[in-house]
């Protein structure tokens, strides 16, 4: 009797040790001393175990309870075969449903726009180590359920050193984003930096965007706050090459041909009238230009805009309807949310900001051939300040100012009359600032920005708001990590619970 009592309670232990022996073989994924000793033990245990009580384990696989319990198993594997399909189902149809307030789990609009564009085969090679690549296979996975183009694979660099090799690898995380025979590499698993490398390499043209220089232009390799280099950095991120230009200088006699888009930012002194001649010709041919006019930019600018249908006002705009406050700005930066329905601004729904800005409207009389149109409208409690700023305090003055809503962004298109031709495209703020360094992260400035650019050098895939590359607050774990939560949340405590009810119930028994 003595050894039928000890064999139960070697029975326990030798169980428990078989399962303590399987979880740290799991863990470790190899056979360590420990784990073997334990499992050998437990298995000597539970064999003892049964045959010291082998009359009464029969006994009980033929009693009724035991065809209870049996019933009870089987529908436990049947319920856990439900999850099994349940689960296979669920992989093969991907479907997401993202309830984060600023839906940071979701693809960017543009990023759709690239992926439901391509006509391309795109291929994205991830090198990661084993147990590193979760976050990059996250977002393949995304981008293949958009676009068929887009395929991914993931590669252990020291599991196959040779593909590492053939593309030039030497860093752990580098994604090789692969397509049009071209290749770009990137180092961060983020959407924004994915989504600029497909661009790269799924452009057959990269288009050359000028900036004028000599009139006191913001400057793009300047990091200060009136600076540009944050444009700077989206413009060559989406595939486009950017450099100055001196329109004055004795060796320009004309806008150069490889011209997509002219950009003339915030300029503080008059035009010349062989500049204004050069620019003037340039968009009669069918050039596309891009005007950011502040309140003290000189006239000569905007005759040459009238002559285009776009009325450049000489004012300040004013926003008194407060919402301003509510991002630490002052009535004289204005806040634009009414936007016209067009390329540039169709379902954009973020806010602008306009640091002392201008007016820019259309024309009551037009030019024939052109279309002129207001994108982008302050407030109804706005208006156009035409004295100074600091005579004391701001108000409507009837018969001076002119009553919002006011337009800060306005384009004109003309198509030339020549077959084929070349389609004259103009964008024009009245305002430099808000792509400055200091504003352009701000809300939804940067993205307007670039899709007016985008928009005059005829790129509309580009046009939508663009990736940001917010917080991850995901906990990144190993596979050690990971099994030994699994364990003990889904294994251990389980077992701990059934064993104190067995316990419980014997007692009471």
Sequence with gaps: MMMKKYSKIGGLV??????LGLIIYSINAIMTS????????????????????????????????????????????????????????????????????????????????????LDKDITAIGFFKSGEEMQAEELFIEYENISPRFDWEIIDPDKNPGMAK??????????????????????QATEEELTNAIIKVSRDEIKKIYFTTGHGEKDYDSGEREGY????????????????????????????DDCSVLV?????????????????????????????LDPESPPSFSRLLAEYGINVANNTVIDASGLGQLFGTGPAIPIANDYA??????????????????????????????????????????WGETGPLDAGPLGFDAGQDTRG??????????????????KMRLGVFGDSDFAADGYFRNQGNGDLFMNTVSWLAEEEDLISVR???????????????????????????????????????????
């Design 14 to 19: 030798g169980l428990g040790l078989l399962l």
């Design 34 to 117: 420990v784990s073997t000793i334990f499992m050998i033990t437990g298995a000597v245990l539970l064999v003892l175990y049964v045959v010291f009580n082998f009359s009464s384990i029969k006994e009980g696989l033929s009693s009724r309870s035991a065809k209870f319990g049996s019933n009870a198993a089987l529908l436990i594997l049947f319920v856990l075969g439900i999850l099994v399909v349940l689960n296979i189902l669920l992989g093969r149809f991907n479907a997401r449903l993202d309830t984060t307030a600023a839906k940071q789990f979701s693809l960017a609009p543009q990023t759709t726009s690239v992926l439901q564009n």
């Design 166 to 187: 053939r593309y030039n690898i030497d860093t752990y995380g580098t994604i090789a984003v692969i397509g049009n025979a071209k290749q770009e590499k990137i180092e």
């Design 229 to 256: 280099s944050h444009a700077k950095s989206v413009i060559e991120d989406e595939n486009y090459q950017i450099d100055k230009i001196l329109l004055a200088s004795s060796e320009i006699d004309s806008i150069p």
């Design 264 to 292: 003339i930012a915030g300029p503080k002194t008059d035009l010349f009238d062989t500049e204004r001649q050069q620019i003037k010709a340039y968009l009669d041919k069918g050039g596309k230009a891009l005007f950011m």
């Design 341 to 382: 329905d067009h390329a540039i601004t169709r379902n954009f729904n973020v806010m602008t900001f306009f640091p002392f800005a201008r007016s820019v409207s259309k024309m009551d009389e037009v030019p024939g051939g052109l279309t002129v149109t207001e994108l982008a409208k302050t407030s109804q409690r706005s």
């Design 405 to 422: 809503p006011l337009p800060i962004l306005t384009v004109a298109e003309k198509n030339s009359a020549a077959s084929g031709a070349a």
């Design 467 to 509: 990736a940001r590359d917010p917080e991850d607050r995901r906990l990144s774990l190993t596979k050690k990590q990971s099994r030994l939560i699994l364990y003990f949340g889904v294994v251990f405590l389980p077992v701990l619970i059934f064993i104190a009810g067995v316990w419980v119930y014997v007692k009471r028994k």
